[in-house]
């Protein structure tokens, strides 16, 4: 593989799975410190997962794209 495909692959996105029976989409925000982190709240326990931190709306966009989430609950 040559060294160009390598760095256009990269900006595909990947399909991730995960259960949507069981977890729900979710973006958090802290008040005090507008920090934002993106994961799934297991509907059962009510737990969350973080799973990446979010700093632009393009970070935001790409997460949402390589879930296929077309809709994300905001949490304070």
Partial sequence: MSLFSNL???HRTEKKKYDK???V???RASIC???RT???RDVNTGKYEQMI???TDDELREFMES???DKIT???
């Fill in 8 to 10: 256009f692959s990269a």
């Fill in 21 to 23: 029976e069981r977890l």
């Fill in 25 to 27: 989409p979710v973006l």
């Fill in 33 to 35: 410190t507008g920090e």
């Fill in 38 to 40: 993106a994961g799934f």
């Fill in 53 to 55: 931190l979010i700093r």
């Fill in 67 to 69: 879930y296929g989430i």
């Fill in 74 to 76: 905001k949490e304070y």
